[in-house]
């Protein structure tokens, strides 16, 4: 049997926050449509936290009439990282969820970043059978070049 209840609707804390989380998300939008461009460094108009990257030409003129802008990524820290030891990238890094790893590759007094292996693939280097198929697969006998992704994917398996 159901306890029986007054007829009036109990007002809770639960009924008051989605209308908070709703006003928020209708400020956090109305300030994205009023976002004016801004004109940045290069003299281009865009968006905060966007960078021009070129313009393109959308009635077929062969004039360019629209401005591409792309959004700026934080650059990894090239001075913190230890040359040729790859880890793991954090969330929040550029490449993160699309590449697994990432190592400050140097050689000669040059350092140049490299993001390998797949984000969404677990490595499964300790089953012998794998590690022999994956590295006839990828050559990893030819691969030398420590600027390339292929070696450091290799030498990881």
């Known amino acids: 049997m159901l306890p029986a209840t007054s007829g009036k609707k109990e007002k809770g804390k639960w009924r ?10 209708f400020e956090n939008w109305r300030k994205f ?10 003299g281009k108009e865009c968006w905060d936290g966007y960078k021009h990257a070129g313009s393109e030409d959308t009635d077929g003129d062969g004039k360019p009439d629209k401005d591409k ?8 820290d090239k ?16 490449g993160y969820g699309k590449k697994q790893k990432v190592v400050k590759a140097c050689k000669d007094g040059e ?9 969404k693939m677990e ?8 590690k022999k198929a994956f590295r006839d ?11 390339a992704a292929g070696y450091w994917s290799c030498k990881d398996w």
């Open 111 to 119: 350092e140049k970043i490299i993001r390998f292996g797949d984000g």
């Open 16 to 25: 008051k926050q989605p209308n908070k989380i709703m006003n928020k998300l």
């Open 69 to 76: 802008c792309v959004p700026m990524e934080e650059d990894t």
């Open 79 to 94: 001075d913190r990282m230890k040359c040729n030891s790859p880890r793991y990238i954090k969330k929040g890094e550029p």
């Open 123 to 130: 490595n499964r280097s300790d089953n012998p059978k794998r």
């Open 33 to 42: 449509l009023t976002e004016e461009k801004v004109k940045g460094v290069d």
């Open 137 to 147: 697969r990828h050559n990893c006998s030819d691969k030398k070049d420590k600027f």
